[in-house]
T-cell receptor
Framework: DTGVSQNPRHKITKRGQNVTFRCDPISEHNRLYWYRQTLGQGPEFLTYFQNEAQLEKSRLLSDRFSAERPKGSFSTLEIQRTEQGDSAMYLC???????????FGPGTRLTVL | DQQVKQNSPSLSVQEGRISILNCDYTNSMFDYFLWYKKYPAEGPTFLISISSIKDKNEDGRFTVFLNKSAKHLSLHIVPSQPGDSAVYFCAASATYSGAGSYQLTFGKGTKLSVIP
């Protein structure tokens, strides 16, 4: 399967701990996105990379959140000092070309106790 | 403020009939619209899209209609099948309007149930 992969699929952590998620996009896709989805809501945009450059960041991405895509391939999303409000599904997506449609991964479900 | 609204949280349709899912938007900068389908425990899957220069796009059983003056779009599924049962998300972007954004703004979704 050559789709977008995300690890881990599930993460349970205690409030105040740091967590890091990994996303591997579809090979050769130059754009990579992070979205967050909470219960009853649609996905909300967090940030977007074109190759290794982070081009857009949402106001939702507080100082506790940092995303990287060091070599323009995989990406990591780190949340420092987690809070219960951070509990959500974190979705990674990738795309290639000029159209804005993206391919989503299965997501990482974060539960902060 | 919700820029993309799906006012029907759920919809039930008999197998073989037409399913119509609706979506409204408020941001006049949006110029590209998409529908995604989501099954439980999976990420959203792209279904169909339409550019603001068109008013209709068709792909097999799926057709999307865009009414720019009303800021409204709809997804028609004909005929509906039990496998279509999923949550459908409407999304929009302001990619070609000069904003140059690849950010997708999603609605809250409509859960479609197709009854055999």
């Amino acid at each position: 399967d050559t789709g977008v992969s995300q690890n881990p699929r599930h993460k349970i952590t205690k409030r105040g701990q740091n967590v890091t998620f990994r996303c591997d996009p579809i090979s050769e896709h130059n754009r990579l996105y992070w979205y967050r989805q909470t219960l009853g809501q649609g996905p909300e945009f967090l940030t977007y990379f074109q190759n290794e450059a982070q081009l857009e960041k949402s106001r939702l991405l507080s100082d506790r959140f940092s995303a990287e895509r060091p070599k323009g391939s995989f990406s990591t999303l780190e949340i420092q000092r987690t809070e219960q409000g951070d509990s959500a599904m974190y979705l990674c997506a990738s795309s290639l070309g000029v159209a804005p449609q993206v391919n989503f991964g299965p997501g990482t479900r974060l539960t902060v106790l | 403020d919700q820029q993309v609204k799906q006012n029907s949280p759920s919809l039930s349709v008999q197998e073989g009939r037409i399913s119509i899912l609706n979506c409204d938007y408020t941001n006049s900068m949006f110029d590209y619209f998409l529908w995604y389908k989501k099954y439980p425990a999976e990420g959203p899957t792209f279904l169909i899209s339409i550019s603001s220069i068109k008013d209709k796009n068709e792909d097999g059983r799926f057709t999307v209609f865009l009414n720019k003056s009303a800021k409204h779009l709809s997804l028609h599924i004909v005929p509906s099948q039990p496998g279509d049962s999923a949550v459908y998300f409407c999304a929009a972007s302001a990619t070609y309007s000069g904003a140059g954004s690849y950010q997708l703004t999603f609605g809250k979704g409509t859960k479609l149930s197709v009854i055999p």
